[in-house]
């Protein structure tokens, strides 16, 4: 028992320490995946995620509000997380807005995504659409420029809907 105490006096002056990982428990949180490590990966493998899925995998949104479109039809409910904004029509992801994706992030110039994202690339006077691999449904890109040319917003979504 002489010696617990000694090791015991170390092992917390070492956790105090600047830098020193905090010892506590694990809270349900942590166990999560990484949002920016999964949208990184690929963004377009989370369309078509079940509302289900979509909490149970990255928790409780940050925030949740509709997104009113033209046609009752065009309503949407967005899911906000800190990397991305995921649209959800009835049950299911359709649209996804991020801060960066397939190497093209906000605010970068219009030269730098064109010259990102290639030749397939249609390049429109406010926007840039890709086409991205199907998973069953077609998906895009849509890159969203401002008047001064930069990117404002990332888009990844089903052009279908």
Not at 9 to 16: P, R, V, Y
Not at 24 to 44: I, K, N, T, Y
Request: net charge negative.
């Amino acid at each position: 028992m002489g010696t617990l105490r000694p090791a015991l006096f170390l092992l917390s002056a070492l956790c105090t320490l600047p830098g020193a990982p905090a010892l506590r428990a694990q809270s349900p949180a942590d166990a999560e995946v990484s949002l920016p490590a999964v949208l990184g990966a690929d963004p377009g493998s989370l369309i078509g995620l079940s509302l289900e899925n979509l909490l149970s995998r990255f928790g409780v949104p940050q925030a949740v509000y509709a997104a009113r479109g033209n046609e009752a039809w065009q309503d949407d409910v967005v899911f906000v997380y800190g990397e991305a904004d995921f649209y959800v029509f009835k049950d299911r992801v359709w649209q996804i807005r991020l801060k960066a994706a397939y190497g093209v992030k906000t605010g970068d110039p219009r030269p730098a995504v064109s010259l990102t994202l290639g030749e397939a690339a249609e390049e429109f006077a406010d926007h840039i659409v890709l086409s991205l691999p199907s998973r069953g449904w077609p998906l895009a890109l849509r890159i969203n420029l401002d008047a001064s040319g930069f990117v404002s917003a990332v888009y990844v979504y089903r052009p279908d809907f």
